[in-house]
């Protein structure tokens, strides 16, 4: 649903910018730009974790699909419709 989708990319987004800043703050105060890099592929991986799967939370508001139509009513549509006609060059 669109509401999951929506949730999803708000936890994302907020999980890579906190752990962005925890990590350049923390490789700023150690002189090391590793600590950041591996800071934030931690948040990375931790908003992967938290928003690939369908979690229930994501799927509390489903979408309302339209009913399945017979396949005899593809056959007569197809049936009822022209041929197409190329323009001549």
């Not at 708000?10 to 962005?20: C, D, E, M, N």
């Not at 509390?60 to 323009?87: M, Y």
Request: proline share 7%.
């Amino acid at each position: 649903d669109y509401k999951g989708q929506k949730l999803a990319e708000q936890i994302f987004q907020g999980i890579i910018l906190v752990s962005a800043v925890i990590g350049f703050i923390y490789g700023y105060i150690t002189e090391q730009f590793g600590w950041t890099v591996y800071i934030v592929m931690a948040g990375f991986a931790l908003s992967c974790l938290l928003t690939l799967p369908p979690w229930p939370m994501y799927r509390r508001n489903p979408l309302k699909w339209l009913p399945v139509q017979e396949s005899g009513t593809e056959e007569k549509k197809s049936a009822d419709r022209k041929p197409k006609r190329h323009a001549k060059s």
